[in-house]
């Protein structure tokens, strides 16, 4: 298929107001509100531009002109910035020198922020990822401890209830009728049942004293049944 004529070269842009007062006054070419705009598209530009010379019955698509005005585009850049640095060089030379103090000094910085990485990555390795690994043991480790400090109440807490119970069957047994008693406790006098009642206190209130210092205990069922049943300590 025959290729289109080659379309003449797009007219250059006409001349746009100019809202940047330090904009060049000769620089009457480049859209600079296209360019400069926050919603530019390359693509769209490019779209743009085809468009232009070509239309959606042509054969071909004749990129040249849309070519040549983006190489015009930029041959105009390139002389406003030559432009621009010989008419200015006294000024943009001291800004060159504080660039070129700037980057000595990031060089600087970027040894030292290399250097702290560095540490943070011995840090990471040596104490962070040890720590972390650590964690899930130390907190398994805590619970078996709580567990067994527990496990530890519980136990002394029966030792007192046995106890306590067997203080409360040795004084029913002096107030049983002396045909009923035992022999020890047919022989017991009242100095005896005294001593009975004074121990069977002294559990009753260690009982009561343990139960507060440690108030789990009361989470364990044998305990609760223990102390609703058969020692009943008053719980307020």
Known sequence: MASLPTTPRLPLPTSIAHTT????????YIDYEL???PDFSPIAFCNSLVLATTTASDAEIDL???????????????????????????????????INQVSSILTTTQSSLSSVTSSFHRLENEVLKPYNAALPIYTALTKLHATANLLRAVTWFMYLVRQFQAVQTQLAELKLPSATATTAAAAAGPNDAARLSVRA???FAEISRHLGNFPRLRSVRVVTEIENGVVNVGRK
């Open 21 to 28: 007062d330090n904009r060049p006054e000769d620089d009457e």
């Open 35 to 37: 360019f400069t705009a």
């Open 64 to 98: 040249a002109p849309a070519q040549q005005r983006v190489m015009f585009d930029l041959e105009e850049v390139e002389k406003l910035l030559q432009k621009e640095a010989t008419q200015n060089h006294t000024t943009l030379l001291p800004h060159a020198a504080k």
């Open 201 to 203: 206190a002294r559990s």
